[in-house]
Every structure is written in structure tokens, then in C-alpha cells.
């Protein structure tokens, strides 16, 4: 973990409350592990007072440049909005354990399942599978047609369906309604689940694949406080009972956990 002042290169929107933000600056370059976050101040002084975490979505390391996707939630995100190329920005990471991608071999095949926001550091993964010779198949949903994004980068990866709960845009649905029947994507189709999304999502994902016994990775979404496992405000239950620690910090043991490692 380190912490780093970046330029901004552009900042942009491109989805309904949905904005692409590129920083350039040598802490970008020290970001090669997908699943991981950077921690942003947004804002030069005390208000507001906590960082957000941003998952990373794109880095080039030659370039030094990382790519940020993060939807305005309120005033932190809007202020962060608001930043123009050059200001510069204060970044804390990367942080948190990734998604594992070493041991993974070519012939392989990954399902990459995204929503809403969750989305985003999907494609720096699918990147990163593909240069393994991995095939990819990446199943993102949204709310509707105005909040989809990343749609066209995923397929420069492999196959995409997207899925919208109003229906205006892919299929009509959740993508757990959807992942298996509407696309046949049967359980042994694939060899290894890597997920992000909201807690209902992941929690469907989990109770339907980790009985079968299936490989997967889960990514959750949290609204942390100090973001490198100090203040508690992030922890939640693991499902072994028994000795040992009864809880992780998605901070810092997080944010991705093994399929089934702790309770949604
Ligand atoms: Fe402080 Fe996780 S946000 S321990």
C-alpha cells in the first residue's frame, strides 16, 4: 500500500450517474493485481473527511496511467465528479487482496458475472485471463438501458450478454435469473466463477455454486471507513465455525473471498 498525488487525464460520463476518471502518475504503475482498490480523497480539504474506495478498472503500467469507473452517490462521488484534467489527486493503493489469477491455464473457461457497479474491475481481470489464454464469458446486469457500460471493452475480451431489469437493453431480468436458462451456461460449461456486484447478487451466486463445489471468487461491495483494516467498520461473518477468527475485513482480507468463505 502506498499513497500518491495523480494527475487527472480526463474525466467523463458515460452511463447515467456512471463516470470514467483516468489518473496518470508513478502509483499507477504499481497496480497490476485486478480486484484490488485505491482509496481517492475527493476533495482538497476536510469536507468530506473519508476517502471512497474505487475499484481499479483498467491500468497501464508502461503509461502510468490507471482507469477509475465510479457511479455519484452522493457528495464525495459529485465532488469527484467535478474534477477536470491536470487537478490533481490524492490516492491511497492499491489495497485489499485481488481476484487470483496465477495458476490459471489456457483452454480454460471463466464466467465473469458484474452488476451495476460491481462491473468495472471485471474487464482489468478479463484483460489479465485472456493473456493466460483463458476464455471468457461475461454476464453483466443493470437496472436499465441508460446505466449500461463497459459493454463493447468486455467484448474485445470474449462473449457478453448483458441483462437489464426493465428489459430495455439484452435480457429482461437478473443475470441470476438468467445465467443458466436463458443462456445455457451450465454448471460444468465453465471452470472458474469471478463475481462483483450487489450483496443479493453474490449471495444468489454463492447458495447456488459453492454446494455444487464450483471454484469461484466474489468481490463485495462496502462502505469502508480507513480502508486498510484499522477501524472495524467493515467486517463481516465467515461460515466455518470453530476456532480461528469469526470475521473478515473486506478491506483487507477482502474485498474478494473465495466462494463459501464468508457468510452473505
Ligand atoms: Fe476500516 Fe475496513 S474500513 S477496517
Redesign the pocket.
Known amino acids: 500500500m502506498d499513497k500518491g498525488v495523480l494527475s487527472v487525464v480526463s474525466n467523463e460520463q458515460i452511463a447515467e450517474r456512471i463516470f470514467r476518471m483516468e489518473v496518470e502518475g508513478e502509483l499507477a504503475g504499481r497496480m497490476t493485481r485486478p480486484g484490488q482498490f485505491v482509496h481517492v480523497k475527493c476533495g482538497a480539504g476536510i469536507d468530506p473527511l473519508l476517502r471512497r474506495p474505487i475499484s481499479i478498472c483498467n491500468v497501464d503500467t508502461d503509461k502510468k496511467r490507471l482507469t477509475m469507473i465510479y457511479r455519484v452517490e452522493g457528495h464525495g462521488t459529485r465532488v469527484l465528479s467535478e474534477y477536470v484534467p491536470g487537478q490533481p489527486l490524492d490516492i491511497l493503493g492499491p489495497l485489499g487482496e485481488g481476484f487470483p489469477v496465477e495458476g490459471r491455464q489456457a483452454g480454460e473457461h471463466a464466467l465473469l458475472v458484474g452488476g451495476g457497479i460491481g462491473v468495472p474491475p471485471l474487464y482489468y481481470l478479463g484483460k489479465q485471463l485472456k493473456q493466460c489464454g483463458v476464455r471468457i464469458t461475461s454476464v453483466i446486469g443493470f437496472g436499465t438501458a441508460s446505466q449500461v457500460f463497459l459493454e463493447r471493452e468486455l467484448a474485445e475480451l470474449g462473449d457478453v450478454h448483458v441483462v437489464t431489469i426493465d428489459g430495455t437493453a439484452g435480457v429482461q431480468g437478473l443475470v441470476t435469473d438468467v445465467l443458466t436458462g436463458e443462456y445455457g451456461l451450465g454448471m460444468s460449461d465453465w471452470d472458474v466463477l469471478y463475481s462483483c456486484g450487489p450483496l443479493p447478487m453474490l449471495r444468489a451466486l454463492q447458495d447456488k455454486y459453492q454446494p455444487a463445489g464450483k471454484e469461484g471468487y466474489i468481490s463485495l461491495e462496502q462502505r469502508?471507513?480507513?480502508?486498510?483494516?484499522?477501524?472495524?467498520?467493515?467486517v463481516c461473518p465467515v461460515q466455518e465455525k470453530g476456532e480461528g477468527r469469526k470475521y473478515r475485513?473486506?478491506?483487507?482480507d477482502g474485498p474478494v473471498f473465495p466462494l463459501g468463505e464468508v457468510r452473505l
Open positions: 469502508m471507513g480507513c480502508g486498510v483494516g484499522a477501524c472495524l467498520a467493515c475485513k473486506i478491506c483487507s
